[in-house]
């Protein structure tokens, strides 16, 4: 069944919108379910960003009734409002984390800082959706070959190749220059992310035993206004419901 379609085409100007995204007033709505996941790194950051923002989770009867349309029938979608009165909806994670981390300045200081910033911000991100792709929703009977080869061969490698970037960084807990920016944002949602999986802690053990990564994600947490949104009641309930909903794929043996 096809999903209602939102266009990205607003009934403004290509300028007008570019102005509006820009807007130093600008609230903003992130649409997503009510978990972590693939909205974590974009709640942080504009929790970071100090601006006004929220949460929109769709209830399943407006979700499931076609009641909201999106691009391409999945969410998160961003809604940037500009004080103007225009909304402005923009689509895909790794779009509207971008989009988010030029806005409040993660992404360096210049475009050799940007473009690898971005090259580590792809890198995390494929992880989870290799997970996503190959442990997570695979069919059940090969969860469990799928997700040994990933705590054997996938995560280890993993760790291993972005040790050796933080160091050549300087192994200051940041992967370009001497501050916070997109990568070391995506990298501490995806520890986590693991975290929240049925083999959670096993995947955190191995992340734990990498001082080069942990320091990164200490310091990540640590940003006063990070720290404060993970602090608060709504990050919390949103890392329950994240469990809760990855119970489910935990491979047969463990359930
Ligand atoms: N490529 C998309 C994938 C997003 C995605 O898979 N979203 C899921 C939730 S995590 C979704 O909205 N699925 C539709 C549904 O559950 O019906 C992105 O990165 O934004």
């Given at each position: 069944m096809s999903h209602p379609r939102l266009s990205l085409?607003?009934?403004?100007?290509s300028a007008e919108n570019a102005k509006a995204l820009f807007d130093p007033n600008a609230s903003f709505t992130l649409i997503y379910w009510d978990v972590a996941s693939v909205g974590a790194s974009a709640r942080d950051m504009l929790s970071l960003g100090k601006v006004q923002w929220k949460d929109r989770h769709p209830t399943d009867e407006e979700w499931g009734g076609g009641k909201l349309p999106t691009p391409f029938g999945v969410m998160p979608v961003l809604e940037v409002h500009s004080s103007d009165g225009k909304t402005i909806p923009l689509t895909e994670s790794i779009a509207v984390d971008l989009f988010l981390a030029k806005r409040f300045h993660l992404?360096?200081?210049n475009e050799w800082e940007e473009a690898t910033i971005k090259g580590f911000y792809s890198n995390i991100h494929y992880l989870r959706e290799r997970s996503f792709m190959?442990?997570?929703?695979?069919h059940s009977s090969l969860r469990k070959i799928a997700l040994d080869n990933f705590i054997g061969k996938t995560l280890p490698q993993f760790i291993a190749d972005h040790e050796f970037h933080l160091r050549e960084n300087g192994s200051n807990g940041h992967y370009v220059g001497d501050k916070i920016s997109l990568a070391d944002i995506h990298l501490s949602n995806i520890i986590d992310h693991f975290s929240y999986l049925p083999s959670g802690d096993v995947m955190r053990g191995l992340f734990n035993e990498s001082d080069l990564l942990c320091k990164v994600k200490t310091k990540v947490d640590a940003h006063p206004e990070i720290a404060a949104w993970r602090a608060s009641a709504p990050w919390n309930t949103l890392a329950r419901a994240t469990v809760k909903v990855y119970?489910?794929?935990?491979p047969p043996s463990e359930e």
């Open positions: 085409q607003t009934k403004y100007s992404l360096g200081d190959t442990v997570t929703w695979t119970e489910c794929t935990a």
